[in-house]
């Protein structure tokens, strides 16, 4: 019976187990729809005990197969405590705390439920490349998002003082300014808060241009993992 159950839940090598991998992904999907439609004001009455019940059906099945995949683990406490394992938690976890916690608490609960849309990167082979690649690349990504903060404390710390005398009501502190680097680094622009001397202009332009490198940048690193994970995967093939 264990070995049937791991042939359901863990390989996917039959037409069993690629319709069950199909079933839980359907489901994945179909709770985060519901989710999201739960939020819509004035929702019937009846419509709101359709999507408690399709929730309780997904958790239903979601908590049947955590349980299938502890009972199947070779090193049940290393599958409880791994990525896999703790996303399958996390994703049933909210509906069961929100029976013993604070109505007022449970829209926090609710957007846990988000963690289920990581179980789909065990169903889908182009997510667990991506992962692959992210983890491969995991000292590069650490090493730029170091520098990153680096230069958003650098941009921070040079908008203010060009521009605190100008604009205290923006940039009345280096902490006031940390937005505005963030914004400006990532190229994302804030309309109401912008430089108006010109040594804060000809700053801005220079944080600019370096924010266009921020964003290539890790762009360049996971495509360069995803290639070593899909040569890898060929010759593994």
Not at 26 to 53: C, G, M, Y
Not at 138 to 143: A, N
Not at 153 to 158: E, L, R, S, T
Not at 159 to 187: C, G, K, R, V
């Amino acid at each position: 019976m264990k070995a049937y159950i791991k042939s359901i839940v863990e390989y996917n090598n039959n037409k069993l187990s690629r319709s069950f991998a199909f079933f839980i992904q359907f489901l994945i999907v179909l709770s985060v729809i519901t989710f999201s439609i739960e939020t819509v004001p004035n929702l019937k009455p009846q419509t709101r005990v359709i999507l408690n019940s399709i929730e309780i059906f997904c958790v239903t099945i979601f908590t049947i197969e955590y349980i299938a995949r502890i009972y199947v683990a070779d090193k049940k406490f290393k599958f409880i405590f791994s990525f896999f394992g703790l996303i399958d938690l996390f994703a049933i976890l909210p509906f069961y705390l929100s029976f013993g916690v604070d109505l007022r608490s449970l829209r926090v609960l609710r957007m846990f439920r988000l963690f289920r849309l990581l179980k789909l990167v065990r169903y889908n082979k182009a997510m667990r490349h991506f992962t692959k690649a992210m983890l491969m690349a995991k000292e590069q990504i650490i090493l730029f998002m170091a520098i990153t903060l680096v230069l958003i404390y650098f941009a921070a710390v040079g908008i203010y003082y060009f521009e605190n005398e100008a604009q205290p009501e923006h940039f009345s502190s280096i902490f006031d300014s940390l937005w505005w680097s963030i914004i400006t680094l990532t190229t994302v622009g804030y309309g109401d808060v912008y430089p108006v001397t010109m040594g804060g202009r000809i700053f801005t332009f220079f944080i600019l241009l370096i924010g266009l490198g921020i964003v290539a940048i890790p762009t360049g690193i996971i495509s360069s993992s995803l290639t070593k994970v899909f040569d890898l995967t060929d010759d593994e093939e």
